[in-house]
């Protein structure tokens, strides 16, 4: 069984496809799997936002096949870690968890670079390409970190 990891954001199209698409690249396939969800069903089915897809591209990752969905009661026995991007996915999220094991398993995912400073990963929705950028940047850093962390542990 791999150990899996779910990407959390609002809408599943910016952040969290990010997320997925990177950090699933730094880790090897037969051992880990990396999925992404988000707290909002407007994006169900969609693919990611051509600005994610563009920056992913820019740097050698394919997210263009994703598919987006909405996070889900059973994910929380489904998935053993599970990393949102942002302070208001963490309440929306942790509200879902029905046990303290289930919200156990919930992480605000810059903490893992910042430890408990609370920092959101910045929703590029509304903004300009540069947000993307700005939001690939944060990601592959704390990925590495994140990367790391699991291979020691599950290796
Ligand atoms: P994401 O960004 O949470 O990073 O995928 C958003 C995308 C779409 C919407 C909100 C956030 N929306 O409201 O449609």
Redesign the pocket.
């Known amino acids: 069984m791999p150990i899996k990891i779910l990407m959390v954001?609002?809408?599943?199209?910016?952040?969290?496809p990010l997320a997925e698409g990177i950090l699933a690249s730094k880790l090897p396939e037969d051992k880990f799997l990396v999925d992404s969800a988000?707290t909002?069903s407007?994006?169900v089915g969609h693919c990611p936002?051509k600005r994610s897809i563009e920056v992913a591209k820019k740097y050698g990752i394919n997210i263009g096949a994703q598919k987006g969905r909405q996070i889900k009661v059973s994910d929380f026995d489904e998935f053993d870690y599970i990393y949102v991007?942002d302070n208001s996915n963490f309440r929306d999220v942790v509200h879902l968890a029905k046990t303290p094991e289930h919200k156990s398993k919930v992480r605000l995912i810059l903490n893992d670079l910042f430890p408990d400073e609370n920092v959101d990963v910045p929703?590029?929705?509304y903004g300009s390409a540069n947000g993307f950028e700005n939001v690939y940047q944060m990601l592959d850093e704390v990925t590495d970190l994140i990367a790391d962390q699991l291979l020691k542990k599950h290796s």
Do not use: A
């Open positions: 954001c609002l809408g599943n199209i910016c952040r969290s988000g909002g407007w994006h936002d991007m929703d590029p929705y």
